[in-house]
């Protein structure tokens, strides 16, 4: 018998997208639309079993091979130096990771930087090639809500539409990198599952260019 692909997707908007996508290409599991407080879904027809995680989780799933395959946005992949392939930029999950700051504002070099974020990694490899001291203050949301405050300097935050630093009276000051999400796979599973994963990658880059 085939061994089944465990999936981790993660919970929430992007994780339904990427979801409909495997579905789509006839991986799909049905009992995974009867209810949303369920964690772990299996179609034994198909050979899937999905695991719903929390977004910045994806990758430690896949790395650890509990899960052969995931989705995940490329922010969690640069802040977790996650040891997994990266398959196919699956072209959703569209944002940008941005420095940012009072309107009007901008950053006074003569002292340390103080900067708000989720993402330290990113924040400090950043302000790393700029050569610019700076202090990591770590937060796990409402970002923005720290240079309002005065807690920090500037944020290093995801933005998406712009509405959040907008109605926070904040601007975008710097891009740092695009973001979207990536399709990723276990180091060992790709080698011992190679054909079903790269058959499942296939037809997800048909889907994604078809759309
Ligand atoms: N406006 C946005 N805010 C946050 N993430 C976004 C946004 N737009 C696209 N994304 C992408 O979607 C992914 C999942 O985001 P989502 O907001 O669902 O989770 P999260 O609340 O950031 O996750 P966690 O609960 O693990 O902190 C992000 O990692 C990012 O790549
Ligand atoms: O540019 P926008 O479209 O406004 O999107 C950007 C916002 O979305 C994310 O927050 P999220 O909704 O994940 O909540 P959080 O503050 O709990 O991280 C991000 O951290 C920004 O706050």
């Given at each position: 018998?085939?061994?089944?692909?465990n999936i981790?997707?993660?919970?929430?908007?992007?994780?339904?997208?990427?979801?409909?996508?495997f579905?789509?290409?006839g991986?799909?599991?049905p009992s995974?639309?009867?209810?949303?407080?369920?964690l772990?879904?299996?179609?034994?027809?198909?050979?899937?079993?999905?695991?719903?995680?929390?977004?910045s989780?994806?990758?430690?799933?896949?790395?650890?091979?509990v899960?052969?395959?995931?989705?995940?946005?490329?922010?969690?992949?640069?802040?977790?130096?996650?040891?997994?392939?990266?398959?196919?930029?699956?072209?959703?999950?569209?944002?940008?990771?941005?420095?940012?700051?009072?309107?009007?504002g901008?950053?006074d070099?003569?002292?340390?930087?103080?900067?708000?974020?989720?993402?330290?990694?990113?924040?400090?490899?950043?302000?790393?090639?700029?050569?610019?001291e700076?202090e990591?203050?770590?937060?796990?949301?409402s970002?923005?809500?720290?240079?309002?405050?005065?807690m920090?300097d500037?944020?290093?935050?995801?933005?998406?539409?712009g509405t959040?630093?907008?109605?926070?009276?904040l601007?975008?000051?710097?891009?740092?990198v695009?973001?979207?999400?990536?399709?990723?796979?276990?180091?060992?599973?790709?080698?011992?599952?190679?054909e079903?994963?790269r058959?499942?990658?296939?037809?997800m880059?048909?889907?994604?260019?078809?759309s």
């Open positions: 018998m085939q061994k089944m692909i981790a997707l993660p919970k929430g908007r992007l994780g339904e997208k990427a979801y409909g996508v579905e789509e290409i991986y799909g599991c995974i639309r009867e209810t949303n407080r369920k772990i879904f299996e179609n034994e027809e198909n050979g899937v079993r999905y695991f719903w995680v929390k977004p989780d994806v990758a430690v799933y896949v790395e650890r091979g899960a052969d395959v995931g989705v995940v946005g490329k922010d969690i992949l640069l802040e977790q130096s996650s040891d997994v392939y990266e398959l196919l930029d699956l072209g959703m999950g569209k944002c940008r990771m941005a420095v940012a700051g009072k309107k009007g901008r950053i070099t003569d002292r340390t930087l103080r900067v708000a974020t989720k993402f330290p990694n990113i924040a400090r490899e950043y302000y790393r090639k700029q050569s610019l700076i990591i203050i770590e937060l796990h949301g970002i923005e809500i720290a240079p309002i405050l005065g920090s500037v944020i290093v935050d995801i933005v998406e539409t959040t630093l907008l109605e926070n009276d601007e975008p000051w710097e891009d740092i695009s973001i979207s999400a990536r399709f990723i796979a276990n180091k060992a599973s790709y080698k011992f599952l190679n079903p994963i058959q499942m990658c296939e037809k880059n048909e889907a994604i260019k078809k």
